[in-house]
């Protein structure tokens, strides 16, 4: 067994070992060994123990486990397709379309539901004139930076548009939920919202797998990827198109939780190299360890729930500082 695959077998190992701890960490106390005896004897003497466990933790964990993973995948497809270790999975604006989207849901006063399907759309929207734009105006051009621009006009756009909304809330009710919503959390995430994301997640998720070594020969370049008989353009699009839909579909359900798919993408490379055969599995867990240390601390650090965005920031910040430096000191990416 390489060292690659050696460290792939470790982080799920550590993954397991993480998610059943996570089931003990909340405002309810659980010890492991009360946990372990429930799981072996099913006779838990506080009825309210299975709600608990099943209905509230279990979920969180889940979800955490679903959205760092699939928040770190869609990263490092970005920065390998777009040659940019800067490139986050927002940069065609489906942070701030799905942003957008929801902040819409919460002033109509629709439903969770409604609150995540405006969002998935809004993000979709948000990358698709993105794209559309980039082919109108980039015929002439470079078709990656026109294409990193054309995102960077939709995010600037929609960002407006959240501000106008924000502005217009009713300061004593639907402000703040717009805010909360926009600084990520997963504490009301449901068996049924994952029975929804998870298989889109994983449609996304392993179509870019699959062109895994296309996306090696991307990041060399287009000329490189044309000698080799690669069409360029169709494969720039089927992944951002799969790492748009997993990146809006886990926004719908958890609100903005931002630096995942910046810095563990950057931690993977570090470890395994850039091949995206080995980066893509081992940053989609490596953002599920870090997401599920991340719920840990917002549920268990304070009285009332910090939100995830809040966290992932302050650790993010100086995390991709030391990237930088360390980056600084070599001749490439």
Known sequence: MNRNRYFILVSIIILIILSFLSLCVGRYPV??????????????????????????????????????????????AYQGMFRNPMVSSGILGVTSGAGFGASVAILLSL???????????????????????????????DQVLVLVLSGIIISSLFNALLSMLKYVADPDDKLPEIIYWLMGSISGIKMTDLALIIPIILAGSIPLWLISWRLDVMSFGEEEARSMGINASRIRTLAIFCASLVTACVISVSGIIGWVGLIIPHLARLIVGPGHKMLLPSAFLLGAIFMLVIDNLARSLAPVEIPLGILTSIIGAPVFIYFLKKKSTQRSW
């Open 31 to 76: 010890s492991p060994l009360q946990l372990m005896t429930y799981f072996f004897t099913v006779q838990p003497h506080d009825p309210n123990f299975p709600v608990i466990l099943y209905q509230i933790r279990l979920p969180r964990i889940i979800g955490a486990i679903a959205a760092g993973g699939a928040l770190s995948i869609s990263g490092a």
């Open 111 to 141: 439903p969770i539901v409604g609150i995540q399907f405006l969002s998935f759309a809004g993000g979709i929207s948000a990358v698709l004139i993105a794209v559309m734009i980039s082919r109108w105006v980039g015929k002439k051009h």
